[in-house]
């Protein structure tokens, strides 16, 4: 396999670095707009990775998880190929939006096609510049608007064993399995071309959240690691004696509209029947509690309190070990907290 790679009519040679800048459909004001593509590509040859970030244009930590990763020195003894596209929706991040300007969400858009609309015409560029080109990738989000998500991978793990192994690996405190892919998301499209794809979703949309951002370059640098493209410690993993995989997991939704003090935080352990939250009038009157339905830790909640009957508050998800999730956050956090 020799890693000669083109993008965009623009070939970057083994031991070249490149920026890219994929050009899309002109702005109606007539100013040009691209897609920067950042490519390293290294001496010795490799797998070729994508990490993309910014699928849903107001999704940033991933932005600055991918401006870290590029400035690392990590990065100069890379074998293979690393595609980073630090802004795949480009009309979304200037407009602050997850969507694009027709209102579709790219990530519902894949494949994709050169013929149609907007949303599909980009997913395609993406899709045939990057994702074909690719053995592996990691596409990076964040909850949405008013929401944040605990660090975590969600992967099709029925997918083999390397995927098991590249969830492992990267390290975040929770992996998902995702067991069902929505049709016209971008590892849907992948699949079909058995292109392994990690989604790490950490944060909250338009805000950058610092251990969000340094478990996922930690996470990133990890997983190349495995993948033999940076010098490893050789700490390689077996998902199925880690506690951090989730069996599954439900939404906890407002009992009534009205104003919500939430009790419990992101990353907290709770047992079915604890009360994690409280809604109520602006008078304090008809409170009602809102419950944990199930035991679990509390992966992503809702971050406005301000809300309508039957609105997901709460995202808890179950564990064999709930306790050995608690750990290794803890452990992260003493990690991290040290380099901030
Ligand atoms: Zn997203």
């Known amino acids: 396999m020799s ?3 083109v993008i965009g009519e623009v070939e970057i040679k083994p031991g070249e670095k490149k920026t890219i800048n994929l050009p899309l459909p002109d702005l109606y004001t007539s100013s040009n707009i691209d897609m920067p593509v950042h490519v390293i590509n290294g001496i010795e040859e490799g797998p070729t990775v994508f990490i993309s970030a910014a699928m849903h244009g107001n ?12 400035k690392s020195n990590e990065m100069k003894n890379l074998k293979g190929t690393l595609i980073a596209v630090p802004v795949v929706n480009v009309y979304g991040f200037i407009a602050q939006s997850r969507y694009l300007p027709d209102r579709r969400d790219l990530n519902r858009s894949f494949p994709g096609s050169g013929k149609g609309s907007m949303a599909s015409r980009l997913a395609y560029l993406f899709m045939h510049e990057i994702v074909r080109k690719c053995t592996h990738g990691i596409d990076l989000h964040t909850g949405a608007i ?20 590249m969830a492992c ?86 009992p009534q509209s009205g ?20 809604v109520s009038d602006p ?28 609105e997901a508050l709460f995202h808890i998800a179950h564990f064999h070990e709930p ?13 991290h907290r040290g380099s901030m």
């Not at 999704?59 to 590029?70: D, T």
């Not at 699949?191 to 950058?208: D, Q, S, V």
């Not at 700490?235 to 407002?254: E, Q």
């Open 146 to 165: 008013g929401r944040t998500n605990l660090p975590q991978i969600r992967a099709q793990l029925d997918l083999g064993m390397e995927i098991k192994k």
């Open 169 to 254: 690996a990267f390290g975040a405190p929770v992996v998902m399995d995702s067991k069902k892919l929505l049709d016209g998301s971008l590892r849907k499209a992948a699949r079909k071309h058995n292109i392994p794809i990690l989604l790490y979703e950490a944060g909250e949309a338009l805000r950058f959240d610092e251990m969000s951002i340094k478990i996922g370059v930690s996470g990133v640098i990890n997983v190349l690691q495995f993948l033999g493209m940076l010098t490893s410690e050789g700490s390689h993993c077996d998902i199925s004696k880690k506690p951090l995989l989730a069996t599954s997991s439900n939404w906890v939704r407002a």
């Open 59 to 70: 999704e940033i930590n991933g932005v600055e998880i991918i401006h870290r990763l590029i």
């Open 259 to 278: 104003i919500l003090r939430a009790v419990a935080e992101v990353g907290t352990h709770v047992e079915e029947g604890e009360v994690i939250g409280i």
């Open 323 to 335: 306790s050995g999730v608690i750990k290794a956050l803890e452990a992260l956090r003493n990690k």
């Open 283 to 310: 008078f304090g009157e008809n409170e009602e509690q809102v419950l944990a339905t199930a035991c679990g830790i509390i992966i992503g909640r809702t971050k406005l309190p301000l809300v309508y009957e039957g």
């Open 3 to 5: 890693n000669r790679i």
